[in-house]
T-cell receptor, first 108, second 116 residues
């Protein structure tokens, strides 16, 4: 089967750093996406990793290890507006599978 | 630039009927992808169209189909509606074939379909 696992919920404090993990087991792999989705809104694209390593984009960074089937999204200097669901998705053989999402709550 | 638009925003249909949803991508974008989002199944990929051709397809029955026009606008059709088809249907556009290149994509607000 194909599994994409991420924690259901996380809580962090404003100004802190949080890491959201995603592990996957798929029959193939072409790339991994991260999306942010605020309640009641459409998802927004955050990152796409194809090669191993860390990609940084402002306060957000995404890491990929293909050999371990593992990725994480790192959010720095957390702001209240970062409270949202974060979805990882694996692109695999012309298909795309999403994790259930991690609901992040940022507290003052 | 105008964003991705989807019509209608809300729709109520009866089991057995069929429905057509429309998506207009950002000007200049040639790729349109469709997704279904439900509380139980989460976000699921339906298919992607690029230059009027279906490039990728998720694991959905043949009742779900789509097409893309020469102006890149796309439509999605669901025939013989079932209660389980009630969902938020999202489309997203990007300049290139998204799943091939991972180009940044932009989502529309979605169409909320309720099947009774």
């Amino acid at each position: 089967g194909q599994n994409i696992d991420q924690p259901t919920e996380m809580t962090a404090t404003e100004g802190a750093i949080v890491q959201i993990n995603c592990t996957y087991q798929t029959s193939g792999f072409n790339g991994l996406f991260w999306y942010q989705q605020h309640a009641g809104e459409a998802p927004t694209f955050l990152s796409y990793n194809v090669l191993d390593g860390l990609e940084e984009k402002g306060r957000f960074s995404s890491f990929l290890s293909r050999s371990k089937g593992y990725s994480y999204l790192l959010l720095k200097e957390l702001q209240m507006k970062d409270s949202a669901s974060y979805l990882c998705a694996v692109y695999n053989n012309n298909d795309m599978r999403f994790g259930a999402g991690t609901r992040l709550t940022v507290k003052p | 630039k105008a964003g991705v638009t989807q019509t209608p925003r809300y729709l109520i249909k009866t089991r057995g009927q069929q429905v057509t949803l429309s998506c207009s991508p950002i000007s200049g974008h040639r790729s349109v992808s469709w997704y279904q989002q439900t509380p139980g199944q989460g976000l699921q990929f339906l298919f992607e169209y690029f230059s009027e051709t279906q490039r990728n397809k998720g694991n959905f029955p043949g009742r779900f189909s789509g097409r893309q026009f020469s102006n890149s606008r796309s439509e999605m059709n669901v025939s013989t509606l079932e209660l389980g088809d009630s969902a938020l249907y999202l489309c997203a556009s990007s300049e290139v074939s998204r799943l091939a290149g991972g180009d940044e994509q932009y989502f529309g607000p979605g169409t909320r379909l309720t099947v009774t």
